[in-house]
């Protein structure tokens, strides 16, 4: 048994097997100029700042040979997979389907819908294309993780407040014990990324936990600090 010193209070990891990483929507259109996030007025630089500890993450999990899973938030090109209700919100321009500088916003296979280079998946990895803002929501995540008998799950991503939140919360419904990387999720709003970790971990861990990265790689692999 290890334990990662997190709030609201240390998080226990029965075996390291039973843990994957999972990487939520680090994609060219929300972290990059030009992209979706860049497009609607964001600041992708709050994203771009956890990339390095992501990577750090992301290397450690493969050193170790444990599961990684990544999302990518994106829709078919005949939309068939994006209800109105989503393509219609925010009265936006650009819209998800539209021509982008990286090609169509959010449509799978596009140049922004991809992973940035920095943190591009194994062959052997798993990614999960996601039309909703949750991982769980119409994609096989849950027969996944069942199958590779996955019960602890880490979080990193973004943003903080959406797909993170959203895939941590349905995670918990399902019975998955989850904690939150803070420093390896971000939001375009800092306030809304802080009020997200208070949240997620009130009442004693009411979604779950959340942990400094240093604290989960010490736990891991207790030399990773020193040789940091
Ligand atoms: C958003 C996401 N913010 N990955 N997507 O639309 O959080």
């Known amino acids: 048994m290890t334990a990662i010193a997190a709030n609201p209070y240390d998080y226990q990891l029965p075996t390291e097997s039973k843990i994957a990483l999972v990487i939520i929507d680090m994609q060219r259109d929300f972290l990059e100029y030009g992209g979706f996030g860049d497009a609607l007025g964001n600041d992708v630089t709050q994203l771009q700042s956890i990339v390095p500890t992501v990577k750090k993450l992301l290397e450690t999990f493969r050193s170790l040979n444990l599961p990684v899973i990544h999302t990518i938030e994106a829709h078919s090109p005949d939309l068939s997979d994006c209800p109105p209700s989503k393509l219609n919100r925010g009265q936006g321009n650009p819209k998800i389907g539209d021509q982008g500088t990286m090609g169509r916003i959010l449509i799978v296979g596009e140049d922004g ?83 997200t970790i208070e949240m997620l971990r009130a009442q004693g861990g009411i979604i779950g936990w959340t942990a400094n990265s240093d604290a989960v790689l010490a736990a891991l692999v207790p030399q990773a600090i020193a040789i940091a």
């Open 113 to 195: 819908n991809n992973i940035i280079p920095e943190l591009t998946p194994l062959e052997n990895e798993i990614v999960i294309i996601k039309p909703g803002k949750g991982a769980f929501c119409r994609t096989n995540l849950e027969e996944i993780l069942q199958k590779e008998e996955i019960t602890h799950l880490l979080f990193t991503g973004v943003t903080t407040e959406v797909c993170v939140q959203t895939t941590m919360r349905e995670a918990n419904d399902r019975g998955y014990e989850c904690l939150l990387i803070e420093d390896g999720t971000a939001s375009y709003f800092p306030k809304f990324k802080q009020s």
